[in-house]
């Protein structure tokens, strides 16, 4: 029990970090495709320097891990695409809001995946989940940017959920920052082309915007929330993430002006009402 409300906290702290996550997608002047590539490269060469350091052993336990790390970075290196372009395109508020969608998916893979029962619980969570992100759209026209970054954040949501089910049995046999390590790596190698491809104009500031996500909102917060999946089913961990659009929100109303409509906040309230219940629930079972 003390391990997991331990589990619990770090779940918290690591979406606190990952909900300022997407203010980047704003301040970074590049492609969304190419701020996702900056962030797995510096988050995994910052890993790799801890491992050099501690001298540790990173090796994964058998060829299996190796090829589901590889697969869990394809699904990274889109999902962080996908959701970077979608803050691009409409808002912050747009983007994280839309992408808390993915409790929805993970609710009903991961009883498929892990032989687990379906909660009518959980069910009803997911559900409520996606009225509050319903009232976050203001049209559904493809025209319209706002509904073009639901599209994007509904894509990069369902991707997300996938790779929470690759970090769950991951999880079973390796540390947070090993498996972090892995998939980023693997993510860089996926998204590496798209440099050459784009051949963009990077300034000073632009690569220590990178640095900075890349070490304290990735390489940190994505190896907390991956450790706390040995004691958290995640489903409720996912539940959690829900928050991240709420601290994303209330950080681009600071720093950017992004000012949310009624709409979006009632959403953000009904999000923040389930993610309380489900931490509730699960710290009680």
Known sequence: MENKRKSLISVHIAVLLLGFSGLFGKLVALPAVLIALGRVVFSSLFLFAIFKVRRMDIRLKAKRDYILAVIAGAVLAFHWTMFL????????AIGTLTFSTFPLFVTFLEPYFFHEKLKLRDVICA?????????????FELENQM?????LGMLGSLSYAVLSLFNRLLAREHSGSIIAFYEQ???AVFLL????LIRPAVT???????VILGVVFTAVAHTMYIDS???????TAGIISSLESVYGIAAAFLLLQEIPSVKELIGGVIILGVVF????????E
């Open 85 to 92: 372009q979608s803050i691009q395109v409409s808002t912050v």
């Open 147 to 151: 509904t073009q970054g639901v599209i």
């Open 127 to 139: 559900v409520l989940m996606i009225v509050g992100v319903v009232f976050i759209v203001p049209e």
């Open 204 to 210: 000073t500031k632009d690569i220590l915007g990178l």
């Open 277 to 284: 219940y489900s931490t509730l629930a699960s710290a009680r």
């Open 229 to 235: 999946l040995k004691n958290v089913k995640a489903q």
């Open 185 to 187: 790596g693997s993510a």
């Open 193 to 196: 082309p798209s440099l050459f």
